[in-house]
């Protein structure tokens, strides 16, 4: 692995279901974010988390959960899916003693029917 | 809160300079972020300003003036594979970023 990986690339889910996005970078990152990308909307922070053991609520947090166990893994949980979570969700790493650049994954696109 | 503006669309032709605005209004800054995207894939990182003044990198340069609330991104010697979305972002107190809507650019022959 290097940089950033999310899985699934993409999924239909069935309104109701639970569902977990994957997200693990190896470049040992202490910060790292989930994003929902919408047409004429932009990117919209969800959650972010700015060191392994800590979380925080971003502007759309409802409906998600994030855990952060390790500096390595970032899940993004949807506990009960509905149609307006229907998205593009990225996920992005940062290193705090530097510039604080985002590297993001390739994203995981999400249809919720 | 958090005020992010960029131009919705921008139309410029292969060769040419073309020169993005980002106005913001926000609650605290510690750099503003330029980022490209093209369709179906990730943001990349482009460019970093925080303080006044110009960074240049190749053929991108970006401008920034914290006392107006304002960045410009130059695009020079526009070529087909520059037309992408460009993402305006600021970062105000903590460490994640505030994005803009992004400015469509399509470049044309």
């Known amino acids: 692995i290097a940089g950033i990986t999310q899985a699934p690339t993409s999924q239909i889910l069935a309104a109701g279901r639970r569902m977990t996005l994957r997200c693990t970078q190896d470049m040992r990152h202490n910060a790292m974010y989930w994003y929902r990308q919408d047409l004429g909307l932009g990117l919209r922070l969800i959650h972010y988390s700015n060191t392994a053991g800590t979380t925080g609520k971003g502007e759309v947090p409802d409906g998600y959960s994030v855990s952060r166990a390790n500096t390595d893994d970032f899940p993004l949980t949807l506990a009960s899916a509905v149609p307006s979570q229907t998205s593009v969700y990225f996920c992005a790493s940062s290193d705090s003693q530097e510039t604080g650049e985002l590297f993001f994954g390739e994203g995981s696109r999400l249809t919720v029917l | 809160g958090q005020n992010i503006d960029q131009p919705t669309e921008m139309t410029a032709t292969e060769g040419a300079i073309v020169q993005i605005n980002c106005t913001y209004q926000?609650?605290?800054?510690?750099?503003l972020f330029w980022y490209q995207q093209h369709a179906g894939e990730a943001p990349t990182f482009l460019s970093y300003?925080?303080?006044?003044g110009l960074e240049e990198k190749g053929r991108f340069s970006s401008f920034l003036s914290r006392s107006k609330g304002y960045s410009y991104l130059l695009l020079k010697e526009l070529q087909m594979k520059d037309s992408a979305s460009y993402l305006c972002a600021v970062r105000d107190d903590g460490y994640a970023l505030n994005f803009g809507k992004g400015t469509s650019l399509l470049v044309t022959p």
């Open positions: 300003n925080v303080l006044d």
């Open positions: 926000t609650s605290g800054f510690n750099g």
